[in-house]
Structure formats: structure tokens, C-alpha cells
């Protein structure tokens, strides 16, 4: 009978000592499970914040793209209106060769009225052309836009969506996540902003004057009135007259008067025309006189 009792309590000995176990086990599992939830909750929180940052890094290489097709626009408006000056100069001379072919009605004054007439048609052939450019450099920074327009839209969503898990994870996340929703509008307001004043730098016409002082290899170096220096690029559709006739760059000779219109293309001045009077030119009035 005592041995009986004796393996009973040894029994229920054994039987409370595993109870305890298997609550210590239960009980590190429980810590273990929350363990695991705060870290899911706070790795879907650096989740959405790398999701939003990769969101974000799209809205900025889109924003380069934009960038460069506005810049490409105003390069094409730019060419546009230099060749459109260029053909209204072929235009005048066709019709002056024209009228002197009807005067004199030679056969050198018939090819030379016929040879202006091709000249002209092949500049307007140019402009032609370079509105088609501008067409399509118009179409490409409206697709450029667009697609922006949308980046920023999923990038905004990518930014709500990160707010409401950090959030849940960490309240100090939450504050930063807030200032980055007010930076991030205020960084897109920026950029519209940016590219309206760049639009409308880009595309102004502005025009000067001054001596050459060096001319060739597609430059033009001006030396104004206030006596500061102003350098030109100069390209096949700038519009180029020597005193008042169709001529090219490399007629152009250092200490000419000149006026110049021009665009600034990304800090860069891009002529649309230029008009020189060479040195030789001027003395010819008062002789005119005098006679």
C-alpha cells in the first residue's frame, strides 16, 4: 500500500514537472510569434519605404527625360525659325533676280532668276522639314509628360501605401513619412514650376549687337557696346546676310557690325539670324553723295 502511494506521487510529481514544461514551451512561442510579427510589421514597412524610394527614383529619371525633350523642343523651335528667316531671304532673292531677269531677259540673268527659284524652293523644302521635327519633338515631350504625369501619380500611391504600414510599425516612421508626402508635393511643384520657366526661357527670342571679333567653326564672338563678349553657335539653318544679301560664315570677317538674334538653349546661345554690315560697305555712301 505505501508503494503504491509512493508511485503515485512520483507519478503526479512527473505529470506537474511536464506541465510546467509545456507552459514555458507554449509561453516562448507566444514571445517568439509576436517577435515574428513586429518584425513582418516593420520589414513591410522598409518594404513600402524601398517600394516608394524606387517609386520615387522613376519620378526623377522621367523628370531628366522631360528635361531633355524640352530641351530638344527648343533646339527644333530654334532651327525652325532660323530656316524660316532663311527662306524669307531665298524668297526676296528669287523675286529681285526674277525682276531683273524681266529687265534684261539675258540668258545669265534667266539662269541666275532660275537658280534663285531652287535656292528658294530648297530652303522652304527646309522649313518643311524642320516643322516635321518640331511636330514630332512636340509629340515626344507630350509622351515624356504623360508618362511623368503617371510616374508621379503611382509614386504618390507608393507613398500613401508606405505611410499607412509604417504606421502600423513605428510612430516615428510615421512623422517622417509625413514630411516626406509634403516634400515630395513640394519637390512636384517645384518641377512644374522648373519646366514652365524653362519653356519659357528656352523659347524667348532675344536679339544683339557688336563688332566680330572671331568667326568660324560654327562660333561667333560679338563684341557688344558694354564691351562684353558674346559667343554665338552658328548652324546651317542660322539665317546669314552681308549687307543685306543671302551669304555664310565664311564671309563674315572680324570687326563687321552685326545684329544677331538669338535663343539661349541651356545656357548656350543659339543663332536664329545674323545681319552684316561689312567695313568696305559703309564708305560707299558718302562717294553716292558726293557724286
Not at 513582418?40 to 518594404?47: G, H, I, K
Not at 525659325?81 to 531671304?89: G, Y
Not at 560664315?249 to 545681319?275: C, E, F, H, N, T
Amino acid at each position: 500500500m505505501r508503494n503504491t502511494v509512493l508511485a503515485a506521487g512520483f507519478a503526479l510529481s512527473l505529470g506537474c514537472a511536464m506541465f510546467g514544461q509545456d507552459q514555458r514551451a507554449e509561453s516562448k512561442s507566444e514571445t517568439r510569434t509576436a517577435q515574428d510579427q513586429a518584425q513582418q510589421s516593420l520589414q513591410q514597412a522598409a518594404d513600402a519605404q524601398k517600394k516608394a524610394a524606387d517609386e520615387q527614383a522613376k519620378v526623377d529619371q522621367l523628370q531628366q527625360n522631360v528635361t531633355q525633350k524640352q530641351k530638344e523642343l527648343a533646339d527644333a523651335q530654334a532651327s525652325l525659325r532660323a530656316q524660316i528667316s532663311n527662306a524669307e531671304q531665298a524668297q526676296r532673292d528669287a523675286q529681285s533676280a526674277t525682276e531683273t531677269s524681266q529687265q534684261s531677259r539675258s540668258q545669265k540673268s534667266l539662269q541666275q532668276a532660275a537658280d534663285a527659284q531652287k535656292t528658294a524652293a530648297d530652303e522652304q523644302a527646309k522649313v518643311e522639314q524642320a516643322q516635321q521635327n518640331v511636330t514630332q519633338k512636340q509629340k515626344e515631350l507630350a509622351d515624356a509628360q504623360a508618362q511623368l504625369r503617371g510616374q508621379v501619380a503611382r509614386a504618390e500611391q507608393a507613398q500613401r501605401d508606405a505611410q499607412t504600414t509604417t504606421q502600423t510599425g513605428q510612430q516615428e516612421a510615421q512623422l517622417q513619412q509625413q514630411q516626406a508626402v509634403q516634400t515630395q508635393r513640394t519637390e512636384t511643384q517645384q518641377m512644374t514650376n522648373l519646366n514652365q520657366e524653362r519653356a519659357q526661357s528656352w523659347t524667348k527670342e532675344q536679339s544683339a549687337q557688336g563688332k566680330v571679333v572671331r568667326a568660324g567653326n560654327g562660333q561667333l564672338e560679338l563684341r557688344t557696346p558694354d564691351l562684353g563678349l558674346l559667343n554665338l553657335q552658328v548652324s546651317d539653318a542660322t539665317a546669314v546676310t552681308l549687307n543685306g544679301q543671302t551669304s555664310s560664315m565664311s564671309q563674315v570677317r572680324p570687326g563687321s557690325d552685326v545684329r544677331a538674334s538669338y535663343q539661349l538653349v541651356d545656357g548656350q546661345a543659339k543663332a536664329l539670324k545674323i545681319d552684316v554690315t561689312s567695313k568696305g560697305s559703309a564708305p560707299t555712301q558718302p562717294q553716292e553723295q558726293s557724286k
